[in-house]
């Protein structure tokens, strides 16, 4: 089952923030978030495991709430460096794979 | 760290060739790797996993006798599309990942991905 993402794309400047949603209809195992730039493999950002759960780098963080059914990216003060598409990948218990969103394309402008 | 290699970066062929892509983990031992498909603009759509020594499991609608793949060691994995026709034109990445075969609790690493072209 894909999970649903929102936004499909965002815009944004220098500075500025975004939230990016993923969503599944039953609870989660995990959570992944990826960026891929164009022509680019996709590279990993962080894992969520825990309900409830926050973590971060940098200005890019990411929430798991309590229910494990949707997760939460955050692009904090953005940065030209940000651009590029974002995708979250979910799995179900015992069903060791990802199901990847369709993505959300973010382009930062100066 | 945690760096998978993937090759070739692009192919084209004709018609009815076989096509071999092989993904190396450079620096980690993977447990498990993926292969996706990966159409323009599209999300990743998992084709298969494989674990070390054993065989593939495919997704629901991948031909395995199409998509034949090989996960020889803990540190590389073969797909190879077997006489390729332009509908399997798309870009393939691999992914790998040193987590327990039953839960991933660890990040997967992709490849730079393959852009196979069929004429």
């Known amino acids: 089952q894909q999970p649903v993402q929102s936004p499909q794309a965002v815009i944004l400047r220098e500075g500025e923030d975004a939230v990016i949603n993923c969503s599944s209809s039953?609870?989660?195992?995990?959570v992944h978030w990826y960026r891929q730039k164009h022509g680019e493999a996709p590279v990993f950002l962080m894992i969520?495991?825990?309900?409830?759960e926050q973590k971060g780098h940098d200005k890019i963080s990411a929430s798991f709430n309590e229910k494990k059914q949707q997760s939460s990216l955050y692009l904090t003060a953005s940065q030209l460096s940000y651009s590029g598409t974002y995708f979250c990948?979910?799995?179900?218990?015992?069903?060791?794979?990802?199901?990847f969103g369709a993505g959300t394309t973010v382009t930062v402008r100066a | 760290g945690a760096v998978v290699s993937q090759h070739p970066s692009w192919v084209i062929c004709k018609s009815g060739t076989s096509v071999k892509i092989e993904c190396r983990s450079l620096d980690f031992q993977a447990t498990t790797m993926f292969w996706y498909r990966q159409f323009p603009k599209q999300s990743l759509m998992l084709m298969a996993t494989s674990n070390e020594g054993s065989k593939a499991t495919y997704e629901q609608g991948v031909e395995k006798d199409k998509f034949l793949i090989n996960h020889a060691s803990l540190t590389l994995s073969t797909l190879t599309v077997t006489s390729a026709h332009p509908e399997d034109s798309s870009f393939y990445i691999c992914s790998a990942s040193s987590g327990h075969h039953l839960y991933s609790n660890q990040p997967q690493h992709f490849g730079d991905g393959t852009r196979l072209s069929i004429l």
């Open positions: 990948g979910t799995e179900f218990r015992n069903d060791y794979k990802l199901s």
């Open positions: 969520l495991l825990k309900g409830g």
């Open positions: 039953k609870a989660l195992y995990s």
